[in-house]
């Protein structure tokens, strides 16, 4: 158990389109999701927490108006990147977590590769 | 401020021991874990430490000393397929995690 899964996998855009990034969990409820990104050969980098049925919570430098996150059930969270621009072109990666075997333990989805050309 | 230091590389022999640090100088701490990525893939989580001492899963092991803000991963008889880079991670409050930036570890035959 604990899945959690990304879609689309792989996407290319034109500069100045929106592309939104998918991750569920499936065979559990995550009440907060993570979102990250990462640059090659970098770490992840921790954008926001994403709350069910409220605002996400942005970390510094973040932008929330380019990055806008929707968590409109317990299952799924929503990443939109607004106007991406080839500077957006990143790893997007989500988490969720999920108690299990006495653990709060952080379960990762498969990424998103971005490419904005 | 939040910082987790590794180090950026290590190489070491199959079948062989390999220890990667990390110490952590953070806000909030509930707990060091330990993540592996390989090229192209998302992170997969390896263990977990909230109290002191040695967590052993495997051929992988743990270990944290909180009064240090230091821990460590260890492993034991290496194969070529653990070649990959391992995180260390501070969980913070509200489960949010801070990843290091990262060891890649080079496994030689």
Redesign the interface.
């Known amino acids: 158990g604990a899945v959690v899964s990304q879609h689309p996998s792989r996407v290319i855009c034109k500069s100045g389109t929106s592309v939104k990034i998918e991750c569920r969990s499936l065979d559990f409820q995550a009440t ?1 999701m ?1 979102w ?1 990104r990462q640059f090659p050969k ?5 954008m926001a ?1 994403s709350n069910e049925g409220s605002k996400a919570t942005y970390e510094q430098g973040v932008e929330k108006d380019k990055f806008l996150i929707n968590h409109a059930s317990l299952t799924l969270s929503t990443l939109t990147v607004t106007s991406a621009h080839p500077e957006d072109s990143s790893f997007y ?1 989500c ?1 969720a ?1 999920h108690h299990l075997g006495g ?9 998103t590769r971005l490419t904005v050309l | 401020g939040q910082s987790l230091e590794q180090p950026s590389e290590v190489t070491a022999v199959e079948g062989a021991i390999v220890q990667i640090n990390c110490t952590y100088q953070t806000s909030g701490f509930y707990g060091l874990s330990w993540y592996q990525q390989h090229d192209g893939g998302a992170p997969t989580f390896l263990s977990y430490n909230a109290l002191d001492g040695l967590e052993e899963t495997g051929r992988f092991s743990s270990f944290l000393s909180r009064s240090d803000s230091y821990g460590y991963l260890l492993l034991q008889e290496l194969q070529m397929k653990d070649s990959a880079s391992y995180f260390c991670a501070v969980r913070d409050q509200g489960d949010k995690i801070i990843f290091g930036k990262g060891t890649r570890l080079h496994i030689l035959p």
């Open positions: 907060t993570f990250y970098q770490s992840l980098m921790l927490t990666i988490s977590g653990n709060n333990e952080q379960f990762f989805g498969p990424g």
